[in-house]
């Protein structure tokens, strides 16, 4: 008996290995736009964009630390802190800015390790209340030291420079922070992929049954929350070289929330989710700043604009996209693929 083996036609079947996933073009559309976005966009609008790259940097961390840990952060803020005030530090002391801003995620992570311990233990709105207080202790203590500046801050930060190239111009800074965060999406995306990432994935999913099933759930919560501070510590020392300026003003509570904001926005444990969610409101704090310092509106309207659209979009989300913007619209879309008729 003979059997009849039916063979895709050789160019068909190099046209379906060649046909470039949707995932994938997606990112190179995005990695070119990012690219060509510090040259394109106008010199007033470039300071924006460095803005959202190093909130970004802070985003990626925290929604891995909610994502995966399950834990929320409302002190975030003060990580960012003590990776500017470091870098800012050891800059006017005479330390090279390079070495500085390599001091920052060291330093902001092993603070994280040292608080971590005892906040970790913690669930809930506890733990979050918690790392809010951790901030607002940081922010007092830093605000009453001389050798910080006290309320006035450190001024006169050095411009950082990495083998005799200096780092001055708009343009240099938003590549500085775009190579930044490439840097932790990488390591975002390896850890992720790796064997301790299919841990973080289970503690995710239950921590009961990742704690049974052998995932030290302590030490990977305590890991993430670390990393995250590093990441936070990476953006805060690289705004400190930005800015040339660092005082406690500079991380004030509500950004905290705007991070968090940034996470339940964009999604949860997604790096395309943080990346969208960072996006999204630093573009809208922008608009709420222009809107809240025309003339006739008191000092206080972009606060209490930043507040109010904070309350909005968390109430509107939590409704209607609870898990964001970026797993929502996978979601859909791979819904609307399934339900298309499948050609022969």
């Excluded at 995932?23 to 070119?32: K, R, S």
């Excluded at 802070?58 to 500017?84: C, N, W, Y």
């Excluded at 990476?234 to 705004?239: K, P, R, V």
């Excluded at 996470?263 to 809240?292: H, K, S």
């Amino acid at each position: 008996m003979s059997v009849s083996v039916r063979k895709s036609p050789p160019a068909a079947a190099a046209a379906v290995r060649r046909r470039p996933a949707p995932g994938a073009l997606i990112a190179a559309a995005v990695a070119a736009a990012a690219l060509l976005a510090p040259v394109l966009l106008p010199e007033t609008q470039v300071s924006v964009y460095v803005l959202l790259l190093l909130a970004a940097i802070v985003v990626v961390g925290l929604s891995m630390l909610m994502g995966f840990a399950g834990q929320v952060s409302l002190g975030q803020a003060a990580f960012t802190m003590i990776g500017g005030y470091t870098a800012a530090l050891s800059a006017t002391h005479g330390v090279p800015t390079w070495l500085g801003l390599l001091l920052a995620p060291v330093v902001a992570a092993g603070c994280a390790a040292l608080v971590g311990g005892p906040l970790l233990r913690l669930r809930g709105h506890q733990l979050a209340f918690a790392t809010l207080a951790v901030q607002l202790i940081l922010l007092s203590l830093v605000g009453r030291q001389d050798w910080t500046g006290g309320d006035i801050g450190l001024q006169g930060v050095p411009r950082l420079q990495v083998a005799g190239y200096e780092f001055a111009g708009e343009i240099s800074y938003a590549y500085l922070a775009l190579g930044a965060l490439g840097l932790v999406v990488l390591v975002t995306r390896h850890i992720v992929a790796s064997r301790p990432g299919r841990g973080l994935r289970a503690l995710a999913t239950s921590e009961v049954a990742a704690a049974s099933s052998g995932v030290p759930v302590a030490a990977y919560k305590q890991a993430v929350f670390a990393l995250s501070a590093g990441f936070a510590g990476l953006a805060g020392g690289i705004y400190a070289f930005y800015i040339g300026y660092v005082a406690p003003g500079s991380f004030p509570v509500l950004l905290s929330f705007e991070y968090v904001v940034m996470v339940v926005v964009g999604g949860a444990g997604t790096i395309w989710g943080a990346l969208a969610g960072a996006t999204a409101i630093t573009l809208l704090l922008q608009l709420l700043n222009d809107i809240g310092t025309r003339e006739g509106m008191p000092a206080s309207a972009p606060t209490v604009l930043s507040y109010a659209v904070y309350g909005l979009l968390l109430i509107a989300v939590v409704l209607f996209l609870p898990k964001g913007l970026v797993p929502s619209a996978t979601a859909w879309w791979d819904r609307r693929r399934a339900s298309q008729p499948t050609e022969e």
